[in-house]
Each structure stands twice: as structure tokens, then as C-alpha cells.
């Protein structure tokens, strides 16, 4: 078992998803808001007062995001418990520190998963490297080559991903599948990674042992598709996707409960 919290707990942060990040209302954050500045919706508890009704409410982004457990980190490890409105904290060094340990987070939930379906001494060694690294202080997270570790951890990901779909030969690897009509296309084991599915017709598809990796699936009509042995797939992902009770899911990901509404909406 990984010694490394990959969900968010936002109990055991302090708001930092809240405060550090910059907003912008063009990607469904109401306002432009820029890093350090708290959002206007933040309680004193740190809590989101509209957490309940955020998409009601014109904050589809943060029904979206998701910190994979980088939060809660950096909130009790990192900076052991020091909160953002502590006098003296430098909110930008936290704020950056907060970016770093959210893409090795990724990475490590990546990684785990590649060592689950293809295992490789390889991997298994890099995945400890790369827990390891969510360790360091704030000043070895900043002054972490965060790009050579990512280029090993992309080349780790692209073998496993080979192992997995075989020689399956349909690849769509960063294609600009943007608003596409894709049902009745076989996918099934196909390269989509890094590609743009804004979007997309993918309604009945098969995923199976599709490669998903950092592929752009907002607005993605995946209802009724199979996802379930989907490869490299995220929360971040599904949340920004359409979806509906048909819709299957691999093990570890939640249907988001906005899917209902949309599944509502589309039937009236």
C-alpha cells in the first residue's frame, strides 16, 4: 500500500485550492480571482459556504478540480499545520509548493496504477522515488526538477500503457477529436492520450484498456460508455465529463453527483 494520500480530504486542509489558486470565471470559477487571494465564498472555518449548490450557483470549476490529496499534505506535512492565514506565511512560496506536490501526487496515483496493471521493477522503483520526493521541504520542492522527474514518469507510463493495450493499433495520441462524432468507432485499447475529446460523441462507446492519460474530456458525452478497465483515467476527468447511470467507471473513481441532473436534462 502507497503511504500517500491520493484523495482529497478537504477536513484536513485549509482551504488551499480555495486560496492559492488563481480563478478564472472563463473556465467556471465566477470570477477571475488571482493566487493569495481568498475566494469571497470561503468561511472562517475554511469551509465553502456554497459548496452545496457551487454549479446552481455558476462555479461548475470547482465541482471539476480535484488536488488528489496534495492538500491535506502540504497542509499538515509540509507546513505541519501552519495555516495560510498564519501571520508571516508567504502564501506565493505556498502556493507554488502547493503546484508541485499536486502534479507529484498525479504522478504517484499514475504510477501505482501502471504498477497494478503492468508491474515492472522499473516502475515499482520510480513510484518510490517519487513518494519519496512528496517529503521534502518546501525549499526541495522548489528547487525539485519537477520536469526530468515528469519526462521519467511519462516514459514509465507509455510502457505500461503498451503492456496493457497490446498491439492494438488505432492511435489517437493527441488528436483533435474536439466535438467529434466517435460512436460505433472501435476504441477499444486505443491511444488517446493527451488528445482533445471537448466535447465528444462518445455515448455507448468501449473504453476498454483505452489510454485516457491527460486527455481533454470536458463536456465529453460519455453516457452509456464503458470506461471500466479505462487506463490513466482521473476524478478531475470524469467530474468535467457528461455522463449518466449507464456509464461505467473503473474501481477507485466516483460518479459525480451532477451527473443525475445532466442525465434529467437531457431526457426533458
Known sequence: MIPLE???????????????????????FGVDK?????????????????HDRLRTSGWPGCTVFDCF????????ST????????????RSEM?????????LHEAVRHLDEAQRRAPDPATDALLARVV???DGTPTELLTLDLGAVMADVGAAL??????????????????????????????????LHGALLLRADLRDCDLAEADLLGADV??????????????FLTQPQVNGAVGDGRTLLPVGLERPGHWSTQEQSTQE
Open 6 to 28: 491520493l484523495a482529497a480530504d478537504c477536513g484536513r486542509c485549509a482551504g488551499l485550492c480555495c486560496v492559492l489558486a488563481p480563478f478564472r470565471a472563463a473556465d467556471g
Open 69 to 76: 490529496g496534495a492538500g491535506q499534505h502540504v497542509t499538515q
Open 132 to 134: 519519496a520526493l512528496t
Open 79 to 90: 507546513y505541519a499545520g501552519t495555516s495560510w492565514r498564519d501571520p508571516g506565511v508567504d
Open 218 to 231: 470536458r463536456d465529453a458525452d460519455l453516457r452509456g460508455a464503458d470506461l471500466s478497465t479505462a487506463l
Open 34 to 50: 488571482p493566487s493569495g487571494t481568498p475566494c469571497s465564498h470561503l468561511d472562517d472555518a475554511n469551509r465553502c459556504s456554497i
Open 158 to 191: 507509455r510502457v505500461a500503457s503498451a503492456a496493457v493495450r497490446g498491439s492494438r493499433p488505432t492511435d489517437l495520441a493527441r488528436a483533435d477529436l474536439a466535438g467529434r462524432d466517435l460512436r460505433g468507432r472501435d476504441l477499444r485499447g486505443a491511444d
Open 95 to 103: 502556493a507554488a509548493v502547493l503546484s508541485v506536490m499536486r502534479q
